[in-house]
């Protein structure tokens, strides 16, 4: 099941810095999901959380299970990013893609029961 999280965009400071009983509370608090230094942080959070790290940043995003976008802060600061920060942004907006239900999908290559997708059970 996919959680909900928050981008966090920080141009010019770390949105974890700070001291360091800050920085392992929200840590403890909001796992980072992911990093794109010097500027971006992603948190495993509630959108209900939003309000809290928006204060951590200058942009803050967050993207619902059903990858529904809400915004705290200042919007054109997107475009002060340089291309890969960006190009992160906007993959982390569209979410992570479905898997799809291939023949042995998830299940190790030595499990009994494990079929290639090209597995003709007629040998041919």
Do not use: Y
């Amino acid at each position: 099941m996919e959680s909900a999280e928050i981008l966090v965009v920080s141009i010019g400071s770390d949105p974890c810095e700070g001291d360091a009983k800050s920085e392992v509370k929200d840590e403890a608090r909001w796992p980072v999901v992911a990093r794109l230094p010097p500027s971006i942080t992603v948190f495993r959070a509630d959108a209900t959380h939003l309000p809290e790290l928006s204060a951590h940043g200058r942009l803050a995003l967050a993207r619902s299970p059903q990858g529904e976008i809400t915004s705290s802060g200042d919007d054109t600061l997107l475009h002060q990013l340089d291309e890969t920060a960006r190009l992160f942004v906007e993959a982390w907006k569209t979410g992570p893609r479905n898997k799809s239900s291939r023949p042995g999908d998830g299940r190790n290559w030595g499990d009994p029961e494990f079929q290639p997708p090209d597995h003709n059970p007629n040998g041919v």
